[in-house]
Structure formats: structure tokens, C-alpha cells
């Protein structure tokens, strides 16, 4: 395998929303971003991967996109985008732009001329269908809730969207479409940008007459056009997000001989707190045993034929410290415990702003506090289905997207320094015990845990390319693998629990060296060691 940039690198997510307000409108913006730099170059990740920051009417945050070749008025201007392109690259940092072309906002032009009628030019650029018997074309739901189709008064025809209503999906199979997005990734590409992450990439070869949405039949022919048209003539890092992938699915898009992506994110791992079959509101308690089988199995099964992403959190996602650590009495130390335990494994590693100071998730009381268009309609969905309102409460403050939304808490001051003004989402409380400042004036903060494990990552080859075992027979709360490379070999070790925990491989003998730990250790007798609660270290052995 052809070694690439991006498989030594770390990538840090920024949802630019909630990063940092330069003008005090209560909103982050690309100044604030181009303000904190010098922090990210602290930290030391290589990427930048930025949300959204295209114009758009904001119906989802963003992502629902009016303009791919203009900034959204509230973050600033192209000539502040560019700025942040230049500065970010000398300081070594490239920007990873988000591409949503599986659907567009209702407000880009396209859609408004294609609404005009059934002979406009752009019609086609959409899904359009007849009723059936006076009803919607078929039973496709949408993400956010209800049918997947909207009736359209004017023309007495449905068009399709699998996100909100104001979300239209674009018509993969025209071919102009498809010029037109390569013609905008090339407007992008050529202003110096390290690549894409593809917002639900998966679901642009759909079939919606025979209810296919993911994993379409045209879907890698539509990538390697791309690749072909677009990036494959750069050097940069493109991830596309997959809901659906399995291992063999993601060697489709990643081996490096087919020309698609660079790697994928896989979400098998994500789910494992959710009732198989129902929806991800519809909890049940994690699996240890299942999530180290899981991850080993992406681990080992991609070989040399694809490459791995590594992430805990996103801004869909809650976050990790309180979703399966614990975010109170072991809050850094079972933050410090999911760094080492990923970021040690082979793959990019991705950060989610605030996840390397132990942000947590921000409990809401009411459905007024809930700024998320997907929250708010499962809310009266499962109301009107006779849910109660604690049911569902309970289920928003643990899987809401708003939790990894919350601004980023920079220090002490009011609204935690994210803005000088009213923030666009709360800030969360507890930002005067969790922030950045706090992070950097203590030595042993999670922060410092997370640069830490860069620095490893770029000084030791073992972490990029060694081989993985998952290390059976422990108890289940111990997940433990090694790490081999030309005849030297590492172990890491997590305790994934809040009691102690013994552990025995006596294989392993005594160690001295210690790489990394989130307890103060100077070795390691494998004999027989009590774990302390969420204690994880790598040694060498």
C-alpha cells in the first residue's frame, strides 16, 4: 500500500457554530476559528475538518446548503474563508471541507427553478414522482421523521427527501448534476483545501421506485467518476460518511487500486447501545464484550485493502465521557481512558471539538431548550404515539445532538469565552470546572493526555502500521490488544468500568516501560494487576 500523508495524521472536527465568536452575535464564526489556530497547532492535529460553512437557511444547521460557492452571512466572508485556508496551511494544518451533494437546501437555485414546472431545465436535477391513488409514491421514510416525499401544490407532483422537508434530494442519475458537483469540489480543490468529508455519501446512487436508499447499484460508479473528475488529481484526504458499511462494503470504497475514497466512517460500533430494530432513541446498555469485538474486527478485517477511521464522537453523536464513561466522579480519567484506547489503534484518528478537554453532555429539562430539528420532531412524534414526556426527555438527553453542539468552553468567563454576546445554543454549566484555560494550566489535564498520544502517533511507526490483536479471555470490562511491528510489540490496556478490575497475562512478564497512562504507573506486572477504575496505559514489551 502506497504510504499516504493522511495515515499519520489527526483530524480535529470543528462544528463552526459552536467554536468561537469573533463579533459577539452570539455565533461562531471563521474569524474565531482563524483566532484559535495557534491552540489547534498546541493540541498538534494536521486537519481541520470544518462543518458546513456554505451559504444556507440554516434548517439543519447547515447542512441543508443554498450556495456551495458562498459563506454563510453569520460566518463571515469568502475572503475570511481564504484566510483561513493560508493560515492554517502555514501553520501545517490542512482544511477539510464538508460536501453535502446528496441533497440541497429548497432555497438553491436549482430547486427554485426546478419547482417553476415539469419542462424547467432543472426539473430533473430532482426526484420528482406522480401520486399513487392520490397518496405518496411509496412508504421511504425520512431521517428526521414522517414520509420521505412532499406533495408540491403547483405541479400536483412529490419530490423526494430523506432529511427535512427543506432538504430536496438531487438526482444522481442526471448527469449534469453530477458536472455540476464536480465543477464545484474543482472551485474548492483549486483554492487549496486538504480534501472532503462526505456528508452521507452512501445514499447519492439511490433507487427510491424500488425503496433502495443506501449502497445503491450505481453508487462506485459515481465515485470513481468523481475521483476521476475531481480529487484523484490532488493529494488530499476524502472520508465519506457510510451508515451502512461493512468491512467488505468499505474495501468497495477504500482500496486503493479501485480509486474512490481514502478511507470511511463506519458506524457498526455506534449503535451497540440501541434495540436492534428500533430507532436510535430506543436504549439499552452497552456490550463491552461486543464493542472490542466490533472494533477488532475493522481492525484486522480492511488488511491491505482499505484504511480505517477512528472516532468516538461527531456533532451527531453524543458525547463519549457520558455516554459510556462516566462524566462525574471519573470524568478524566475515563476521558484520558477512550483517547488512549482509540488512538492507539491502527487508522486517522478524529477529534471532536471539546473531546480533548472532557466536554460532556448537557441535560435539558424541556423540549424549549432543544435547538436540534431531529430531536424537536421525534419529540411530537413519540408524544402523539402516547410516549411521555420523561420517556422521551430521557431519551434526548442521552442520544440529542444538541449534547455535541453545546459551545466550546474556553475559559471561565461569562458563556465559558465562547462569546461576548447571547449564545445561539446553551452554554453548558459546567464550564467553569471544564474549559481550555483549566486544561492547559494542569499538566495532567485530558488535553495534554490527547496531544500526547499526536505526538506518539507521529514518532512512532508502530501505531500506524503495526498489526492489531484483540487479547482474549480477560474479564469483559478489560479491553486489551497489542500493537506489533518489526519485532516490537505494545499493549494497551482499558479498564472500562468505575470498579476495580483485575488483570492477568502473565505472558507478558514485568514491564518498566511505560509509553502512556492515565494513572501515575512506572510499571506494569502482568502477573496479576488491579485496574484502578477507567485506568488505561500502553507499555512496551
Not at 38 to 67: A, H, M, R, T
Not at 167 to 186: C, F, G
Not at 418 to 439: A, K, S
Amino acid at each position: 500500500m502506497e504510504k499516504k500523508w493522511w495515515q499519520t495524521s489527526v483530524v480535529y472536527q470543528i462544528y463552526p457554530r459552536s467554536f468561537q465568536d469573533s463579533n459577539g452575535d452570539g455565533i461562531g464564526d471563521l474569524k474565531g476559528i482563524i483566532n484559535r489556530l495557534d491552540y489547534l497547532q498546541k493540541l498538534g492535529i494536521d486537519v481541520i475538518w470544518l462543518s458546513p460553512v456554505y451559504k444556507s437557511p440554516n434548517d439543519d444547521n447547515g447542512y441543508d446548503i443554498s450556495d456551495y460557492e458562498e459563506i454563510m452571512d453569520e460566518f463571515g466572508t469568502m475572503a475570511d474563508m481564504d484566510e483561513l485556508i493560508a493560515t492554517a496551511n502555514e501553520k501545517g494544518i490542512k482544511i477539510v471541507m464538508d460536501l453535502v451533494v446528496n441533497h440541497t437546501s429548497d432555497e438553491h437555485k436549482w430547486f427554485i427553478e426546478a419547482k417553476k414546472g415539469k419542462d424547467n431545465p432543472y426539473r430533473d436535477y430532482y426526484i420528482w414522482r406522480d401520486p399513487v391513488n392520490g397518496e405518496v409514491p411509496n412508504e421511504l421514510k425520512s431521517t428526521f421523521s414522517g414520509s420521505a416525499w412532499e406533495f408540491d401544490e403547483d405541479s400536483g407532483q412529490y419530490f423526494l427527501h430523506l432529511f427535512s422537508k427543506r432538504q430536496p434530494d438531487l438526482n444522481w442519475e442526471n448527469e449534469k448534476v453530477r458536472e455540476e458537483v464536480w465543477q464545484m469540489m474543482n472551485y474548492w480543490l483549486e483554492k487549496g483545501i486538504g480534501g472532503f468529508r462526505m456528508d452521507v455519501i452512501d445514499l447519492v446512487g439511490k433507487l427510491p421506485d424500488l425503496g433502495i436508499t443506501g449502497n445503491g447499484p450505481k453508487l462506485h460508479d459515481y465515485l470513481k467518476e468523481m475521483n476521476q473528475k475531481t480529487f484523484g488529481n490532488y493529494d488530499v484526504l476524502t472520508v465519506g460518511e457510510t451508515w451502512g458499511a461493512t468491512p467488505q462494503i468499505a474495501k468497495l470504497y477504500s482500496n486503493p487500486s479501485r480509486k474512490e475514497l481514502s478511507m470511511i466512517f463506519q458506524f457498526e460500533h455506534s449503535a451497540l447501545d440501541e434495540q436492534e430494530g428500533k430507532q436510535k432513541w430506543d436504549l439499552k446498555p452497552l456490550e463491552i464484550n461486543k464493542l472490542k469485538e466490533i472494533l477488532a474486527k475493522w481492525q484486522t478485517s480492511l488488511g491491505q485493502e482499505g484504511w480505517n477511521s477512528l472516532f468516538w464522537n461527531n456533532h451527531d453523536m453524543p458525547r463519549i465521557v457520558s455516554r459510556w464513561g462516566n462524566d462525574k466522579e471519573y470524568r478524566v480519567q475515563s476521558a484520558k481512558m477512550f483517547a488512549i484506547l482509540l488512538h492507539l489503534m491502527k487508522g486517522t484518528p478524529y477529534i471532536y471539538q471539546g473531546e480533548e478537554i472532557g466536554m460532556t453532555n448537557c441535560p435539558i429539562s424541556d423540549i424549549s431548550e432543544v435547538n436540534d430539528i431531529e430531536s424537536i420532531n421525534m419529540y411530537h412524534e413519540r408524544l402523539a404515539l402516547g410516549y411521555t414526556k420523561e420517556e422521551i426527555l430521557y431519551s434526548i438527553n442521552a442520544k440529542g445532538r444538541d449534547n455535541a453542539r453545546t459551545p466550546i468552553q474556553w475559559d471561565v468567563s461569562e458563556n465559558g469565552g465562547f462569546t461576548t454576546g447571547t449564545p445561539w445554543l446553551h452554554v453548558n454549566p459546567n464550564y467553569p470546572e471544564i474549559n481550555v484555560q483549566n486544561n492547559l494550566e494542569d499538566p495532567n489535564s485530558v488535553f495534554y493526555c490527547y496531544q500526547s498520544l499526536i505526538q506518539l502517533r507521529k514518532d512512532n511507526p508502530i501505531i500506524v502500521w503495526g498489526d492489531f490483536e484483540l487479547i482474549e479471555h480477560t474479564e469483559e470490562e478489560i479491553f486489551a490488544y497489542t500493537r506489533r511491528l518489526e519485532g516490537e510489540t505494545w499493549v494497551v490496556v482499558a479498564n472500562f468500568s468505575e470498579q476495580e478490575r483485575m488483570l492477568n497475562l502473565p505472558m507478558f512478564g514485568e514491564c518498566e516501560d511505560v509509553i502512556i497512562s492515565n494513572y501515575p504507573r512506572q510499571n506494569v506486572d502482568f502477573s496479576n494487576i488491579p485496574l484502578k477504575p477507567y485506568e488505561a496505559f500502553a507499555v512496551r514489551v
